[in-house]
């Protein structure tokens, strides 16, 4: 099935800061969506992004289908910022499943 | 409008229990997925359905976990004689369309199960 690679496991920012998050895929998708896990554990859509560029107040995220990779930009964090960015695919064949990544666990301190 | 929810929120089971997990999706959607999230871990793909029909359901651990959604909208994730090992969070989304292809997936609060 489909791989999917997110880097840095772990980021820790200063309030202010900007960060770039990457997620890699090892196969064609169809589906391309970014997540935030909040502490209680939901799943809050960012993205649906399986190629192109979208904007979305202080975030970003950029899909290059053709070299299997994804950004997400986050600017100017705040410390509700916090918590884990999963990017999830579906695709090498299935188009419906999504696989996720290990994600990457951001902490923004004050 | 309301989004995907999940009932119950937390549950505690004695190992060898049976419990039933369920989930509304928002309403109109065709496409329904369980998913199971380990501590530490990206969520699992367990199940599909497009509508009532359970069109993949190769991501389910074992024959101890059985799923259905009888009339299309609310679905229920039953798991049989409980394991330590079944213990994770488990994540139900819906999407609009069937298929899967382009159509975005909507997550619920998850219920977290834990065995002891």
């Known amino acids: 099935g489909i791989q999917v690679e997110q880097s840095p496991p772990d980021l820790i920012l200063q309030e202010g800061a900007n960060s770039t998050l990457r997620c890699n895929f090892s196969?064609?998708?169809?589906?391309l969506q970014w997540f935030h896990q909040n502490p209680w554990g939901q799943l809050i859509n960012l993205f649906y992004i399986p190629s192109g560029t979208k904007q979305n107040g202080r975030l970003s995220a950029t899909t290059v289908a053709t070299e299997r990779y994804s950004l997400l930009y986050i600017s100017s964090s705040q410390t509700t910022d916090s918590g884990v960015y999963f990017c999830?695919?579906?695709?090498?064949?299935?188009?419906?499943?999504?696989?996720f990544g290990k994600g990457t666990l951001l902490t923004v301190n004050p | 409008g309301a989004g995907v929810s999940q009932s119950p929120r937390y549950k505690v089971a004695k190992r060898g229990q049976d419990v039933a997990l369920r989930c509304d999706p928002i309403?109109?959607?065709?496409?329904l997925f369980w998913y199971q999230q380990a501590l530490g871990q990206g969520p699992e793909f367990l199940t599909y359905?497009?509508?009532?029909?359970?069109?993949?359901k190769s991501g389910l651990p074992s024959d101890r976990f059985f799923a259905e959604r009888p009339e299309g909208s609310v679905s229920t994730l039953k798991i049989q004689r409980t394991q330590q090992e079944d213990s994770a969070v488990y994540l139900c989304?819906?999407?609009?369309?069937?298929?899967?292809?382009?159509?975005?997936?909507?997550f619920g609060p998850g219920t977290r199960l834990t065995v002891l």
């Open positions: 309403s109109g959607h065709v496409s």
């Open positions: 989304a819906s999407s609009p369309r069937g298929g899967g292809a382009y159509n975005e997936q909507f």
């Open positions: 359905f497009q509508n009532e029909a359970q069109l993949d």
């Open positions: 999830a695919v579906s695709g090498g064949g299935s188009n419906y499943k999504l696989t």
């Open positions: 196969d064609s998708v169809n589906n």
